[in-house]
């Protein structure tokens, strides 16, 4: 079983449309983090979110974690190609320990 | 470019053979943590060092082992391999031993066993 379910596992868009994915738990976190995976690369930190219902923005991507700090959501807006990869999200639980979703791949076709 | 190096990057064994993967961390940085990628599983946690220490252990098998040496590279030693073990395997990297702050990770270090 999966701390962290991340929805829908596999996503394909065209350029120019938006998208939100989600990360759900049934647990409480203390901080919850989006990474991107590209091929061939680890994951790079995107945003970590700490504060329920805290919202923040990096250019087009927008992350929000619930107000009872168990889920987060990405949206993307105007996606583009370059957006393309697999978004993890990383959640701080318990007694300091960390766990990851399996993913959201995100495809943006030109 | 993370700052984290990780050799080999492709590894190609037969199975019941054993391999090392090496990781160097971020400069500065005095936890390690291993991870092992596959697709059925995601991004498992295997075992964190700090400063030579190990720190906490995840689902690491009892075939594996680890161990970070004094000059903070760490090594994750994989014995009697089987089929399953085929994955990607990645090295992290933190300046603390909490689970606070960003995760530097490796290239990762793809194990393919036949």
């Known amino acids: 079983t999966q701390l962290l379910e991340q929805s829908p596992q596999f996503l394909s868009i065209q350029e120019g449309e938006n998208l939100t994915v989600y990360c759900n738990s049934s647990?409480?976190?203390?901080?919850l983090q989006w990474y991107r995976q590209e091929p061939g690369e680890g994951p790079v930190l995107l945003v970590t979110?700490?504060?329920?219902?805290e919202v923040k923005k990096l250019k087009r991507l927008t992350f929000q974690f619930g107000d009872a700090r168990k889920d987060s959501s990405l949206h993307i807006t105007a996606a583009q190609p370059g957006d393309t990869g697999l978004y993890l999200c990383?959640?701080?639980?318990?007694?300091?320990?960390?766990?990851f979703g399996k993913g959201n791949q995100v495809v943006v076709i030109p | 470019d993370s700052g984290v190096t990780q050799t080999p990057k492709h590894l190609i064994t037969a199975t019941g053979q054993r391999v090392t993967l090496r990781c160097s961390p971020r400069?500065?940085?005095?936890?390690v943590y291993w991870y092992q990628q596959s697709l059925d599983q995601g991004l498992q946690f295997l075992i964190q060092?700090?400063?030579?220490?190990?720190?906490a252990k995840g689902n690491i098998l009892e075939r594996f082992s680890a161990q970070q040496f004094p000059d903070l590279h760490s090594e994750l030693n994989l014995s009697s391999l089987e089929l399953g073990d085929s994955a990607l395997y990645f090295c992290?990297?933190?300046?603390?031993?909490?689970?606070?702050?960003?995760?530097?990770f490796g290239e990762g270090s793809r194990l393919t066993v036949l």
């Open positions: 992290a990297s933190r300046f603390g031993s909490a689970n606070t702050g960003e995760l530097f």
């Open positions: 647990s409480v976190f203390s901080s």
């Open positions: 979110v700490v504060t329920g219902g």
């Open positions: 990383a959640g701080v639980w318990g007694n300091n320990r960390l766990a």
């Open positions: 400069s500065g940085d005095l936890s």
């Open positions: 060092y700090y400063n030579g220490e190990e720190r």
